[in-house]
Nanobody, 117 residues
């Protein structure tokens, strides 16, 4: 059982920056992929960014060029640097992990990000 704990959410003005972090515990080996999804009220959960333990990265189209994902594969942590935030980035951000391609995914509890105009 992998346990994910997020931190770093909050309220920021449009154009500002935030950094999210997620720590995974309960895994005895490197996690295949870690990253972030987000969900706004009444909307589906969308990809923000994913990164494999070998460094392959996938960003959602709406955050490319503004958000940067990084991770420490040894420590099983992942970070999301969010710059030039927009009101439409307001959502609950969920940490995501998967031990390998066939494994079940794990989710964190979520952290609220609110961007005011």
């Amino acid at each position: 059982q992998v346990h994910l704990v997020e931190s770093g959410g909050g309220l920021v003005q449009s154009g500002g920056s935030l950094r999210l972090s997620c720590v995974a515990s309960g895994s005895n080996s490197r996690i295949y992929v870690m990253g972030w999804y987000r969900q706004s009220p009444g909307e589906q959960r969308d990809l923000v960014a994913l990164m494999t333990h070998t460094g392959t990265i996938n960003y959602g189209n709406s955050v490319k060029g503004r958000f940067t994902i990084s991770r420490d594969s040894v420590e099983n942590t992942v970070h999301l640097q969010m710059n030039n935030l927009k009101p439409e980035d307001t959502a609950i951000y969920f940490c995501y992990s998967k031990a390998n391609v066939l494994a079940q995914p794990y989710w964190g509890q979520g952290t609220q990000v609110t961007v005011s105009s």
